[in-house]
């Protein structure tokens, strides 16, 4: 059973910058951000793949955020730079033990966190 609470989320102004936490417990294979607002599908922002150290970005966030793991701490970040208001959205950390497909597909991960709130005004 693997367990994530996630933290960080915030209020910001456009231009600034915030970071995200997720503290997994349990064996992982993958972790990622997904980002979601209401009536729209959850959208994969970035990813970390432990195996190969491989790291993933939705074209929006490229350039802007990047995703890092703290293996001791078996922590996820996403450190978020010059955040725009479409950034806003509720942000979900997830984790995969297993399975295969494409890092943004959402079926792809069994664990969920709570999610976090990242509000950007401009």
């Known amino acids: 059973q693997v367990q994530l609470v996630e933290s960080g989320g915030g209020s910001v102004q456009a231009g600034e910058s915030l970071r995200l936490s997720c503290e997994a417990s349990?064996?992982?294979?993958?972790m990622g951000w997904f980002r979601q607002v209401p009536g729209k599908q959850r959208e994969g922002v970035a990813a970390f793949w432990s195996g190969s150290y491989t790291t993933f970005y939705a074209d929006s966030v490229k350039g802007r955020f990047a995703v890092s793991r703290a293996n001791a701490k078996n922590t996820l970040y996403l450190q978020m730079n010059s955040l725009k208001p479409e950034d806003t959205a509720m942000y979900y950390c997830?984790?995969?033990?297993?399975?295969?497909?494409?890092?943004?597909?959402?079926?792809?991960?069994?664990?969920w966190g709570q999610g976090t709130q990242v509000t950007v005004s401009s």
């Open positions: 997830a984790a995969a033990t297993h399975g295969d497909g494409p890092w943004n597909r959402a079926q792809l991960y069994q664990y």
């Open positions: 349990g064996d992982i294979m993958g």
